[in-house]
């Protein structure tokens, strides 16, 4: 498997660009984006990143701390905190990376801290 902190920096630098090429080359062509445990996923890396740039942030300052806390096989799961000027949010997010260092499944669970 790929070491999933590089593909958490891949997806980091994505995040602050929001350049397509930058957000599609994270995902294989058939990938999975749950953007929460239930939801119907993004299927595909063009509607990944369609689905991205929907809901892409506002821009300003933000910042994403995490650490990998499992690792099986082709799957990791990455505990993180994202900070923004007026909340702090608490990430855990479940990736299926191929043998590419590409993601072929993402999950992401996510709940804003308490002021």
Not at 34 to 46: C, I, N, Q
Not at 60 to 83: D, L, Q, W
Not at 93 to 110: I, Q, S
Request: glycine share 8%; charged share 30%; aromatic share 14%.
């Amino acid at each position: 498997m790929t070491d999933p902190a590089t593909w958490v920096d891949a997806y980091v630098r994505a995040w602050h660009t929001n350049e397509p090429a930058d957000i599609g080359a994270l995902f294989t062509d058939d990938a999975a984006y749950f953007t929460e445990p239930y939801a119907r996923p993004w299927r595909g890396r063009d509607a990944i990143v369609r689905g991205w740039l929907e809901r892409e942030d506002e821009g300003g300052p933000s910042a994403f701390e995490y650490e990998p806390v499992a690792v099986e096989g082709e799957t990791a799961v990455v505990k993180g905190v994202t900070t923004y000027p007026d909340r702090v949010l608490s990430n855990l997010w479940v990736l299926r990376l191929d043998g590419d260092g590409r993601c072929a499944e993402f999950t992401e669970y996510w709940m804003e801290q308490p002021a």
